[in-house]
């Protein structure tokens, strides 16, 4: 079992619809970091989070460190929110532990 | 203010030869950490450096070396390439080490090893 898991792995919307994407791990964390990749492989960091929740716009991130769970919220989506998300954790061993990521396709 | 800076970002070789990559940090970062990305493994860790030493290594062979200037510049180096070496490894720089630091990540270098 992976130290950490995403889901979904492959998620379609509609342009406007709400979208969440999970993260749960099981390792001991000092921050978690949500991070988006485009086509082409740049990747931007959305959120670092060690506890609570943050909002950037129409991105939400929560995080529920007794259920060692992180939810990505995106309000109102749009065709370029198309994107991998990716959850990373960095725990004890002071390393950044990746998700597979979430592939999101946002329909005009 | 520029952001973080790789080069070459698309480089072709031979299995057996050897790759150093560079990765320019943002301006006042002093960490830097490096990243490979396959299909198969996803997103690894390779190594994190601060001031010139390296503070993690990730689980690599030790045909993966790397190192950082006193400007924060940092290379890494594969020596003896293999097949499976073909990926695209990412860099990011942080103000300062550790993972509760916001980390900006490189556009990358795509190897491909023929």
């Known amino acids: 079992k992976n130290e950490v898991e995403q889901s979904p792995q492959n998620l379609t919307a509609q342009e406007g619809e709400f979208i969440t994407i999970n993260c749960s791990y099981s390792v001991g964390i000092s921050a978690l970091h949500w991070l988006q990749q485009h086509p082409g492989g740049g990747i931007v960091s959305l959120f670092m989070l060690s506890s609570g929740k943050k909002k950037h716009g129409r991105l939400i991130a929560t995080i529920n460190i007794q259920e060692k769970h992180s939810s990505l919220h995106i309000t109102a989506s749009h065709p370029r929110d198309s994107a991998v998300y990716i959850c990373?954790?960095?725990?004890?061993?002071?390393?950044?532990?990746f998700g597979t990521g979430t592939l999101l396709a946002v329909q005009p | 203010k520029a952001g973080v800076t790789q080069t070459p970002r698309y480089l072709i070789k031979t299995r057996g030869q050897q790759v150093t990559l560079s990765c320019s940090p943002i301006?006042?970062?002093?960490?830097v950490s490096w990243y490979q990305q396959t299909p198969g493994q996803g997103l690894q860790f390779l190594f994190e450096y601060f001031s010139e030493t390296q503070r993690n290594k990730g689980n690599f062979p030790g045909r993966f070396s790397g190192r950082q200037f006193s400007n924060s510049r940092s290379e890494m180096n594969v020596s003896t390439l293999e097949l499976g070496d073909s990926a695209l490894y990412l860099c990011?720089?942080?103000?300062?080490?550790?993972?509760?630091?916001?980390?900006?990540f490189g556009p990358g270098t795509r190897l491909t090893v023929l």
């Open positions: 990011a720089s942080s103000l300062q080490p550790g993972l509760v630091n916001e980390q900006f």
């Open positions: 990373a954790v960095g725990g004890a061993t002071n390393k950044l532990i």
């Open positions: 301006s006042g970062h002093r960490s």
